[in-house]
C-alpha cells in the first residue's frame, strides 16, 4: 500500500514538473493549426505557404469581431489576387453559428474554420477578442493582436501592404514600419484596402 502511494505521488510530480508548451510568438514558424477547416480536418498553415495569412478569431457575441469581420471580408475580396488568404475562425461555439456565418459571407473566398475548445488561439497566445493573427508567405508569424478599433483598420491595411509586397513588419529596431497611414474619416474601398496588385 505505501509503495502504490509511494509511486503514485511520485507520478504526480513529474507530471507537475513536466514543462508546459509556451505560445508560438512573433518570429516563429507558424507550426501549429489555424482550427478546424472546413473538411473537418486540421487547418495547417503550411497549407497556405506561399499566400499572407490573416487568422481571425471570434466569437459571435463580440461586438468588435462584428466590427472587423467587414473589414477583413473587403481585404479578401480586393487582395486575393495578390496572394491573401483571410481565415475566420469560430471560437468556443457551437457549430450552427459557424454555419450561420457561412452564409453571411458565401460570396467570399475567406476560410470558415473552427476552434471548439479554444486551443487553436491559446497556441498561437490568443487572449481577447477579436484576436488577429498575420502570417507572412514564409510561414513566419509577423504579428499577434487583440482588439479591433478605430485605428486597426489603419494598421491592418499598412500591415497587409507590406506583407504582401513580401518585406517584414519589424525594422531594424524592432518596431513597426507604416509606409501610409489612410485619414481615419475615409470611407473609400480604394483608400482603406490593401493593394490588389501582385507583388
Not at 475580396?77 to 457561412?102: F, M, P, T, Y
Not at 489603419?154 to 506583407?163: E, G, M, W
Not at 509586397?165 to 514600419?177: C, I, P, V, Y
Amino acid at each position: 500500500m505505501t509503495k502504490t502511494v509511494l509511486a503514485v505521488f511520485v507520478l504526480l510530480t513529474s507530471l507537475l514538473q513536466a514543462p508546459v508548451a509556451s505560445a508560438i510568438e512573433v518570429g516563429e514558424t507558424a507550426s501549429l493549426p489555424l482550427g478546424v477547416g472546413p473538411d473537418g480536418e486540421p487547418l495547417k498553415p503550411e497549407q497556405l505557404r506561399g499566400k499572407v495569412v490573416v487568422g481571425l478569431y471570434w466569437a459571435s457575441w463580440c461586438q468588435y469581431c462584428r466590427k472587423a469581420m467587414p473589414d477583413f471580408l473587403q481585404f479578401q475580396q480586393v487582395a486575393e489576387k495578390a496572394g491573401l488568404q483571410v481565415v475566420l475562425i469560430n471560437v468556443k461555439e457551437d457549430r450552427e453559428v459557424l454555419r450561420s456565418a457561412k452564409k453571411w459571407a458565401k460570396d467570399s473566398t475567406v476560410v470558415m474554420a473552427h476552434d471548439r475548445k479554444g486551443d487553436a488561439m491559446a497556441g498561437y497566445g490568443g487572449e481577447g477578442f477579436p484576436y488577429i493573427v498575420l502570417i507572412d508567405r514564409q510561414g513566419v508569424v509577423q504579428n499577434l493582436r487583440s482588439g479591433y478599433g478605430a485605428k486597426s483598420k489603419a494598421f491592418y491595411v499598412n500591415a497587409l501592404n507590406t506583407l504582401l509586397k513580401g518585406e517584414s513588419l519589424a525594422d531594424d529596431s524592432g518596431g513597426f514600419r507604416f509606409e501610409w497611414v489612410p485619414n481615419e474619416e475615409s470611407s473609400s474601398a480604394a483608400d482603406t484596402a490593401p493593394a490588389a496588385s501582385a507583388p
